[in-house]
């Protein structure tokens, strides 16, 4: 793969950036109406997915930073984003031109004020791994096999200017409303500050590490604050194949419920008993040992979550909740679902359709033991979005709804669900993790 000697930092490079895939995107469709000539639909639309998603990830990935981030966010998006883009945009998970060697010296050379083979033992000048935010490389120091994960320069300094180029596609792809949008819009640039910030990092890694130790199957890097900067990320190496990868093996069902359940105990600890949670729940954030151990190897996106949501967030997870229909409505005014100016037509439509939407949502969290490998529990996902993408009602709709903390607990729970359906995980025990918590603490 070549290597990246510049990445666009200024405004206006990484605007004429976005405008150049919008041009070939333009191109696109005039070939698209071409093949509807001689093509049936499906295979013309087909092949336009195919070259956009082609086009808009060529551009994102010579950016990287924020813009490719969106990507990734939109590679998890399984129910409402075409095949085509799921898949292309998935490469920026872990598969990204890296920055060229002369760049990441002078990236160690402004924080260390030296070269990394003068700071390590051995280093690795090739990356072994290259995302939207940085990239990774393998060192020793002393015997210790390491994992270096070095920031691309101006990620941080971009972040205001690519979410201003990519608000008006997210405005219109996810439906929001310019009024009342900032805060949905100053909470993902706030994560994004933070993901960048790698002293943080480092900080809530160390934090979640030691709180969720007693989880069994679970195993977290050791982290060296000495070879760590703001944008310099040092920790153990640790062994073991991507998530993907490690699907990709076939593995047997009891391997895949080992880590399904794992994955979920990880994740139901967090939020119960941290009320913070590792936000960013996709492939290229965990490894598999060869003893089938859950690895988790990045932090730098922790979602801390108010009691005043926690509350009736997961109170509406309980299906007698849901059939009281007094006690429902109250908590949708608690999550700013409804609103005091609702008109009544307002308040028995969305009620009525968070109420679909929540009993299929929650169905795992009432029941002992679910299968997430059922094909008929994410199809209905699907379905349920697609009806939501046409209704003239809430593309017509006067506001936004909905607390600014449901992006990242929606995010995190869209992610979970997915990794746990790609593994084909089965027989997951719900509420196995306050068994353990029980026990070991």
């Given at each position: 793969?070549?290597?990246?000697?510049?990445?666009?930092?200024?405004?206006?490079?990484?605007?004429?950036?976005?405008?150049?895939?919008?041009?070939?995107?333009?191109?696109?469709?005039?070939?698209?109406?071409?093949?509807?000539?001689?093509?049936?639909?499906?295979?013309?639309?087909?092949?336009?997915?195919?070259?956009?998603?082609?086009?808009?990830?060529?551009?994102?990935?010579?950016?990287?930073?924020?813009?490719?981030?969106?990507?990734?966010?939109?590679?998890?998006?399984?129910?409402?984003?075409?095949?085509?883009?799921?898949?292309?945009?998935?490469?920026?998970?872990?598969?990204?031109?890296?920055?060229?060697?002369?760049?990441?010296?002078?990236?160690?050379?402004?924080?260390?004020?030296?070269?990394?083979?003068?700071?390590?033992?051995?280093?690795?000048?090739?990356?072994?791994?290259?995302?939207?935010?940085?990239?990774?490389?393998?060192?020793?120091?002393?015997?210790?096999?390491?994992a270096v994960k070095i920031q691309y320069p101006g990620v941080r300094e971009s972040i205001s200017t690519d979410l201003k180029m990519v608000k008006p596609i997210a405005m219109r792809m996810f439906n929001i409303q310019k009024e009342g949008s900032e805060s949905y819009f100053n909470e993902v640039e706030e994560k994004l500050y933070e993901e960048t910030d790698y002293?943080?990092?480092?900080?809530?890694?160390?934090?979640?590490?030691?709180?969720?130790?007693?989880?069994?199957?679970?195993?977290?890097?050791?982290?060296?604050?000495?070879?760590?900067?703001?944008?310099?990320?040092?920790?153990?190496?640790?062994?073991?194949?991507?998530?993907?990868?490690?699907?990709?093996?076939?593995?047997?069902?009891?391997?895949?419920?080992?880590?399904?359940?794992?994955?979920?105990?990880?994740?139901?600890?967090?939020?119960?008993?941290?009320?913070?949670?590792?936000?960013?729940?996709?492939?290229?954030?965990?490894?598999?040992?060869?003893?089938?151990?859950?690895?988790?190897?990045?932090?730098?996106?922790?979602?801390?979550?108010?009691?005043?949501?926690?509350?009736?967030?997961?109170?509406?997870?309980?299906?007698?909740?849901?059939?009281?229909?007094?006690?429902?409505?109250?908590?949708?005014?608690?999550?700013?679902?409804?609103?005091?100016?609702?008109?009544?037509?307002?308040?028995?439509?969305?009620?009525?359709?968070?109420?679909?939407?929540?009993?299929?949502?929650?169905?795992?969290?009432?029941?002992?033991?679910?299968?997430?490998?059922?094909?008929?529990?994410?199809?209905?996902?699907?379905?349920?979005?697609?009806?939501?993408?046409?209704?003239?009602?809430?593309?017509?709709?006067?506001?936004?709804?909905?607390?600014?903390?449901?992006?990242?607990?929606?995010?995190?729970?869209?992610?979970?669900?997915?990794?746990?359906?790609?593994?084909?995980?089965?027989?997951?025990?719900?509420?196995?993790?306050?068994?353990?918590?029980?026990?070991?603490?």
């Amino acid at each position: 793969m070549k290597t990246l000697n510049k990445i666009p930092t200024g405004k206006i490079e990484r605007t004429t950036n976005l405008l150049k895939a919008g041009a070939k995107v333009g191109v696109n469709y005039i070939k698209y109406y071409g093949n509807k000539i001689t093509k049936d639909e499906d295979q013309a639309k087909q092949i336009l997915h195919e070259d956009n998603a082609a086009d808009i990830y060529d551009s994102l990935k010579e950016l990287k930073g924020s813009a490719l981030k969106v990507a990734q966010m939109l590679s998890m998006e399984k129910s409402i984003m075409p095949q085509q883009y799921v898949e292309k945009f998935s490469l920026s998970q872990f598969s990204v031109p890296p920055l060229s060697g002369a760049l990441v010296k002078k990236s160690f050379r402004k924080y260390f004020g030296k070269n990394p083979e003068d700071l390590f033992d051995v280093f690795s000048a090739e990356s072994v791994n290259a995302a939207s935010i940085g990239q990774v490389h393998k060192a020793k120091k002393g015997g210790k096999e390491l994992a270096v994960k070095i920031q691309y320069p101006g990620v941080r300094e971009s972040i205001s200017t690519d979410l201003k180029m990519v608000k008006p596609i997210a405005m219109r792809m996810f439906n929001i409303q310019k009024e009342g949008s900032e805060s949905y819009f100053n909470e993902v640039e706030e994560k994004l500050y933070e993901e960048t910030d790698y002293e943080l990092e480092i900080k809530q890694s160390q934090e979640i590490a030691a709180a969720c130790k007693h989880l069994p199957n679970l195993k977290f890097p050791k982290y060296y604050p000495e070879f760590s900067s703001e944008r310099v990320i040092t920790m153990d190496w640790m062994h073991g194949l991507h998530f993907s990868e490690y699907i990709s093996t076939n593995p047997s069902q009891e391997q895949r419920d080992k880590i399904g359940q794992t994955l979920w105990n990880f994740y139901m600890y967090q939020l119960h008993h941290l009320r913070k949670v590792h936000a960013d729940p996709h492939p290229g954030n965990f490894l598999i040992s060869a003893k089938d151990e859950l690895q988790v190897i990045d932090f730098g996106c922790i979602k801390e979550i108010p009691n005043d949501f926690y509350v009736p967030y997961f109170e509406l997870a309980k299906e007698e909740n849901l059939n009281n229909q007094e006690y429902f409505i109250k908590k949708l005014y608690e999550l700013e679902i409804l609103l005091e100016k609702d008109s009544v037509e307002e308040k028995q439509f969305f009620g009525e359709l968070f109420h679909e939407m929540l009993r299929l949502f929650t169905k795992p969290f009432n029941q002992e033991t679910f299968d997430f490998s059922d094909e008929i529990f994410f199809a209905q996902i699907a379905e349920l979005g697609q009806k939501y993408s046409k209704m003239n009602e809430l593309r017509n709709m006067n506001t936004n709804r909905g607390s600014r903390h449901f992006i990242y607990m929606n995010r995190t729970f869209f992610g979970l669900y997915n990794m746990l359906h790609d593994l084909k995980a089965k027989d997951i025990e719900i509420n196995q993790w306050q068994t353990i918590s029980l026990v070991t603490i």
